[in-house]
């Protein structure tokens, strides 16, 4: 190797040797670049932080006041000879992938990201978020949570109306639907994808502060109600009640009297995975790349090189290596907070 | 296929039983007769063998995937599950197909058997182009011989009768042997299930369904609150053999076993003995394996199980006899509606003139504290425990457990298991809803008791180094594999140690660095040369995870062969018994 990588493992994150800086470290540093507002992505305790300019709602209100500097997508700085750019990612909004370059190296750090199916197709697209777009570069960071060919997202229109078939069924027999999700970036997806005709449709405390947010960046998402303003309990009996995984089980679910339950994950794909959930439905809903997207957006990097993270990262290591590409892996402590993120078992 | 998928998916996500039977009787309503006669049978627990190798499975959905061995097992390895991984990973279907249950069993899958290699992976790959996910893995289910789903065959009935507007104890009755793989399902023996009059004569050697008994999961001292006074009940004592129904009529005689299994043939002892009653005669017991005079371990009746040719070694090795302890049916009526006492005195004149049929002993005592003292010799009988049957129950039909414990249920009061405290050493993901779960594990004892904490920890450290061990020094030995007995929240913690201290992968299998020590109970243990300790456990679960002990405290060889002492009768119970049994003898005491 006659020149550096751009990006290495480090004990505090991911780090950029040439620019001194890292890239969603899990440890204080003195500057952090920022691809996303989930908890294990965007830590507290940096010095400063850049962060995509749509991302400035949500991690504000995630960290509350912190040193934040924003770039729109597409616009660049340059930092010790690094030329910087955030570019959309489709994962939850303000996600983005970063691009470096120097010397006209380019690398991406992909952060987590969400393209569904080998084709291209706007209906599969996040609603709720700048979609993801591919970046020509040289070495492609990429995430592998769904890295098995056994994931591949059934197309949207087709989940959302099993979600509306359930949600409706239960109204018609006078039985609240209560949907759990992760309130960052899925529950604003369930949101903008239900048939809002249906009922009226309440949120958990931890889904509101966020919806505010989406709004706030312009995203059309229905009107909502806290649950716990609801006075008269009859209004709950065709209602959608979205809310995180944490309620499962909880006190809280008892204002509901009689419901039905679901849970809205990629996970949701394996019937092992619904069975240990124990709810009533399990919907496959995923703000992750399928395996077929994976392919499609490493595909087109066009990039030679391929380091993988968080996830499957020997399965994708070696199906890379297979199809004649350098890959390598570096071990990342995200995951470790998002309920989407169980570590795989092999 | 398409509605017996949907019917499938409704049953599988379902926890609640009146959605379940709702669900069935939606499918009843619709099905055709002939789809609806395979759909009972695959739901009611019947398993065609499988018709295609799994190898051969296996090749085809690689080269279907387009994927390599290793990533399809990867993905394997995730989902815990072949029928599914398959369904996941191919290619969505070029045409859908609209052929029913019935011809697809019929004229596809069950003609599979026997053709070439080449040919089955050709049909088989074809057959998946033609259906969607939730069908392809049902088809892959039904070809492996793996379906199953969360309905019970009781409930199955319940839905039938409910459909046919009729009984369900007569659809019960009417079920016995429909799953058992002799006649193949048709429209005719579907309706003949619901038919709303009196189909004239059972089959000749139809048995009635078998009544189940419940685990009694309660101090003595409350039995009298709980279940009245001893007076009032019926105690046996409880055998470790194969439950099963036998029927002489128009002098033939069958042998059922609960499994609904026709297994006349491997217990010609049993025809032999039944043939001297009358006809007309069913009786309900259990067969053992009867030498010198008294019952046998249940390790000889395993050479029995499962094998249809029977040489004269094992018949000599490990004949078998039938203990009787209710009957069903005399001189051709039902007795069924009969409180157990009545029936019990009419067994026992049957038996007085019968000397091939041994009567299950009843134990009578004034309390139920005499009763538990009593219970304690259970392992030198070689029994489980006892059976308690109240006098005036009827005799039922499953499993049907009752909120009042003294009305007609039949409680297992068993004793309390062996077990002994082991180190855990393997693990392996589990299946089904436990998948890319930790949850199967194998443990082991030490070869003899350490010195100190310091000599065990230098073992452990040995084996983190991966150094082999050397021979003749403090080595853990394994000794048994189990996967049941904790929580979910248990399961979860010891996964996530497991992943921590992961030292070597072989496949699915990981070796783990030695610091968890659980308490495994069983239900018998015997020699087996098949295992390198020397030694086999029966029904081995995870009763506790010790926290509280270290690792050089673990149990060592040595009780293990105490157990097996204690277990063949044989003086001085060396070993021991759970704390449960000892608090339990003290208080008698």
């Not at chain 1, 993801?132 to 087709?158: K, M, N």
């Not at chain 2, 058997?113 to 992976?121: F, M, T």
């Not at chain 2, 429209?187 to 078998?210: C, K, M, N, W």
């Not at chain 2, 002892?269 to 039944?274: L, R």
Request: aromatic fraction near 10%; hydrophobic fraction near 40%.
């Amino acid at each position: 190797m006659d020149r550096a990588d751009l990006v290495v493992q480090r004990r505090e994150g991911l780090y950029c040797p040439a620019g001194d800086f890292y890239i969603d470290p899990w440890q204080p540093v003195e500057r952090a670049v920022i691809t996303h507002a989930h908890a294990d992505h965007s830590r507290r305790g940096h010095t400063r932080y850049l962060a995509a300019a749509p991302a400035e709602g949500v991690l504000r209100t995630r960290l509350g006041e912190i040193d934040l500097q924003t770039l729109e997508y597409g616009e660049a700085i340059d930092h010790f000879g690094v030329r910087l750019s955030f570019h959309p990612a489709g994962h939850v909004l303000g996600s983005a992938q970063v691009r470096l370059e120097q010397e006209g190296r380019v690398w991406v750090a992909s952060g987590d990201y969400y393209v569904a199916g080998l084709h291209a197709d706007t209906a599969e697209d996040n609603q709720t978020c700048a979609p993801f777009e591919p970046v020509r570069c040289h070495c492609f960071i990429t995430e592998s949570t769904f890295g098995l060919p056994i994931y591949r997202w059934q197309p949207q229109a087709e989940l959302f109306a099993d979600i509306d078939g359930w949600w409706r069924g239960n109204a018609e027999t006078g039985r609240a639907s209560l949907l759990m999700g992760y309130s960052f970036g899925k529950a604003q997806r369930i949101l903008k994808g239900v048939d809002r005709t249906i009922g009226p449709i309440f949120v958990h405390g931890a889904v509101e502060p966020l919806n505010r947010a989406y709004r706030a960046a312009g995203v059309d998402l229905p009107e909502t109600r806290m649950a716990t303003e609801v006075k008269d309990k009859a209004e709950f009996r065709n209602a959608l009640i979205v809310a995180p995984p944490s309620v499962q089980g909880s006190t809280w679910t008892r204002r509901f009297g009689d419901y039905s339950d679901a849970f809205a994950s990629g996970w949701m794909q394996l019937r092992g995975a619904r069975r240990r959930r124990a709810v009533d439905r399990g919907f496959v809903l995923s703000d992750h790349a399928d395996w077929p997207g994976l392919q499609r957006a490493i595909a087109a990097t066009g990039a030679e090189r391929v380091i993988v993270t968080h996830g499957y990262e020997a399965v994708m290591v070696r199906w890379l290596g297979d199809q004649g590409l350098e890959a390598g892996s570096f071990q990342t402590e995200y995951g470790s907070d998002d309920d989407e993120d169980p570590p795989p078992a092999t | 296929m398409k509605r017996f998928a949907q019917l499938f998916a409704e049953l599988d996500r379902s926890t609640a039983t009146l959605a379940k039977v709702d669900a069935l009787k939606r499918y009843f309503a619709v099905a055709a007769q002939r789809d609806a006669a395979w759909a009972v049978y695959f739901l009611a627990g019947g398993k065609p063998r499988q018709v295609v190798p799994s190898g051969v499975m296996w090749a085809t959905a690689c080269r279907a995937a387009g994927i390599d061995e290793w990533l399809f097992d990867a993905c394997y390895q995730a989902v815990g599950d072949f029928s599914e991984t398959v369904a996941h990973v191919l290619p969505p279907a070029a045409h859908e197909s609209d052929l029913g249950l019935a011809d697809w069993i019929e004229d596809r899958l069950l003609t599979l058997r026997g053709l070439s290699p080449e040919e089955q992976a050709a049909r088989v790959a074809s057959y998946w182009n033609e259906l969607d996910s939730s069908c392809r893995f049902l088809l892959n289910k039904l070809i492996g011989g793996s379906f199953r789903v969360g309905v019970s065959k009781l409930l199955v009935q319940r839905a039938l009768a409910e459909h046919a507007g009729i009984d369900a104890k007569l659809v019960a009755q009417r079920m016995m042997g429909y799953t058992d793989g002799r006649i193949a399902p048709t429209a005719e023996r579907y309706t003949r299930l619901t038919t709303s009059i009196e189909a004239g004569v059972l089959d000749l050697g139809q048995p009635y369904p078998f009544f189940l008994a419940h685990q009694l999961d309660l101090p003595h001292a409350e039995f009298a609150a709980k279940l009245s006074a001893p007076e009032d009940w019926i105690v046996e004592w409880k055998y470790d053999g194969i439950r099963a129904q036998v029927v002489k009529r128009a002098r033939q005689v069958w042998v059922w076993s609960r499994g609904e299994e026709l297994v006349t043939e491997r217990f010609p002892e049993i025809v032999a003995a039944v043939a001297t009653l009358p006809d007309g005669t069913v009786l309900d017991g259990e067969i053992v394996v009867w030498k010198d005079g008294k019952v046998q371990p249940f390790a000889l009746l395993q050479q029995r199980i499962g094998r249809k040719l029977l040489g004269k070694k094992v018949l000599a090795d490990a004949p078998v006899g039938f203990i009787a302890y209710d009957v069903l049916e005399l001189e051709g009526v039902d007795l069924r509606e009969q409180p157990q006492v009545e029936r019990r005195a009419r067994l026992e004149a049957l038996a007085a003139g019968h000397d091939a049929i041994h009567l299950s002993p009843v134990e009578v005592r004034h309390s139920w504290a005499e009763l538990a003292e009593l219970r304690h010799e259970s392992r030198a009988r070689g029994v489980e425990g006892f059976m308690l049957k109240h006098r005036q129950a009827r005799y039922g039909t499953g499993r049907r457990k009752q909120d009042d414990l003294a009305a007609g249920t039949w409680w297992k009061w068993k004793i309390d298991p062996l077990s002994i405290d082991c180190v855990l050493v393997y693990a392996q993901a589990g299946h089904g809803r436990r998948a890319s779960v930790y949850t199967d594990y194998t443990f082991a004892v030490w070869n003899r008791r350490p010195a100190d904490a310091a000599e065990a920890l230098a073992v452990v450290d040995h084996i983190a180094r991966r150094e082999p061990a050397v021979p003749e020094s403090l080595q853990l030995v394994p000794f048994a594999k189990a996967y049941s007995g904790l929580t979910d929240e248990e399961f979860k913690v010891v996964d996530r140690i497991i992943r921590r201290d992961t030292l070597e992968k072989f496949g699915p299998v990981r070796s783990v660095k030695p610091s968890l020590v659980f308490e495994l109970g069983f239900e018998g243990i015997n020699r087996s040369t098949r295992h390198k300790s020397g030694i086999a456990v029966r029904f081995p679960r995870m009763l506790r995870i010790r926290d509280d002990k270290p690792l050089h405290e673990a149990d060592t060889m040595a009780e293990l062969e105490a157990l097996l002492r204690l277990q063949h009768g044989s003086v001085a119970p060396a070993g021991k018994e759970t704390a449960a049994a000892e608090a339990a003898s003290g208080a008698d005491g």
